[in-house]
């Protein structure tokens, strides 16, 4: 009978733990320093924080807790310190854990994917999404993410738990994976074919022609990013619940994992973590408000460097300065005394010829 649950699956079996550090504490530094930037941003500007950036906030957030949770209770598991009375409940709220940013990452990227599809194709709709509505679908997607990663817990002391985990993957491949990337595929389709059926007609003003290239512009360039963060999306998720239930299958049929399988799971969990440093980047970088602000609060830090830098060489110009006036004033005082000791020398020195001459 092998014992290996399914939670083995998280643990990189050829390493040890000070390896382990080795990799992952510089990516979970990255990824909180980059989420945490965003959280900087967003509290740094108020135009920032309009209704499809809340969305981009809530997976700033989920990224922040994988940098933050994930990967320092993953390096604690990889080190095997965990008494034995606690293994159980430890690994079994590891995989909790990490499948609840797996399905919050998930729904976070399929609404803010709808919320772009809804902007470009139906923008009167798109009109009428106000805070009010983003904020409820957060709580609904930390709500649901939250239900669907405590299922496990409701086996934890079942003798069927291995062939529930089975069942646990293969729906959360399908419901968690399958159906929202299959929209996202739909909806980045339907964009694309709306933004290059768009024309500027001759007779619209030049200004207004412009101003609609430069949307058509934006709109292409925001797509693009999206596509990115979906393809790192299928590249992360994808192996990640299929090596789950490959490895549910294999314990359930009482197989050994074998070394392909352990190290196909330790390069998967690196990447699944490497993509909570590339999403804030994604729309940091090439989102136009948050680069524009990025760039503003860069430029005002050179601008107020640059002026006291400025006022520290005009202070040491005008320390110099004065110095060098004190220097002069001391030199034509010294000059001068020395000019009416010597003219005074002269007249005595006449007093007396003339004396010695009458005397004579």
């Known amino acids: 009978m092998n014992n290996t649950s399914t939670t083995d699956q998280f643990l990189p079996q050829s390493n040890p733990g000070m390896t382990t550090v080795k990799r992952l504490l510089p990516i979970s530094i990255a990824i909180i320093f980059s989420n945490g930037l965003v959280f900087a941003l967003f509290c ?39 008494p034995l009375n606690m293994q159980k409940n430890y690994n079994y709220w590891l995989v909790i854990i990490h499948n609840f940013m797996a399905v919050t990452a998930a729904y976070h990227l399929l609404v803010i994917t709808a919320e772009k599809f ?3 194709t139906k923008p009167l709709k798109h009109y009428l999404v106000t805070k009010k509505t983003v904020l409820k679908s957060l709580a609904a997607i930390w709500i649901s993410s939250t239900v669907i ?11 069927m738990q ?7 993957f293969s729906v959360c491949l399908v419901f968690v994976f399958v ?6 595929i739909y909806a980045f389709v339907v964009m694309f074919k709306a933004i290059t059926s768009k024309r500027r007609p001759s007779s619209i003003p030049r200004k207004v022609a412009s101003g609609l290239t430069w949307g058509i512009v934006n709109d ?7 596509a990115l963060m979906a393809a790192i999306y299928v590249i992360c998720w994808l192996p990640y619940f299929t090596i789950g239930l490959v490895i549910g299958i294999k314990n359930y049929l009482c197989m050994e994992l074998t070394q392909p399988v352990n190290k196909a799971t330790e390069i998967i969990v690196l990447v699944r973590y490497i993509t909570s440093f590339t999403n804030p980047l ?13 760039r503003k609060i860069s430029r005002k830090k050179e601008f107020i460097h640059g002026r006291s830098k400025s006022s520290k060489q005009r202070e040491w ?24 000791d010597a003219s005074n020398v002269k007249g005595s020195i006449s007093e007396e010829q003339i004396l010695f001459v009458s005397s004579v």
């Open 282 to 294: 994604l729309y940091t970088f090439f989102k136009r408000d948050f680069w524009r602000t990025l």
């Open 220 to 226: 292409r360039k925001c797509i693009l990013i999206f």
């Open 162 to 168: 291995l062939l529930f985990s089975v069942i646990y």
């Open 149 to 159: 990663a405590s299922i496990p817990l409701a086996w934890k002391n079942s003798q």
């Open 44 to 82: 740094k500007r108020k135009s920032l924080r309009t209704s499809s950036n809340y969305l981009l906030l809530g997976l700033a957030i989920c990224d922040f807790l994988t940098g933050a949770v994930n990967i320092p209770y993953f390096i604690v598991f990889s080190f095997q310190v965990v």
């Open 317 to 340: 110009f005008l320390r110099k300065k004065s110095v060098e006036n004190s220097t002069t004033l001391s030199r034509l005082s010294w000059n001068t005394a020395e000019a009416k």
């Open 118 to 120: 809804l902007a470009i």
């Open 179 to 184: 159906i929202p990337y299959a929209f996202m």
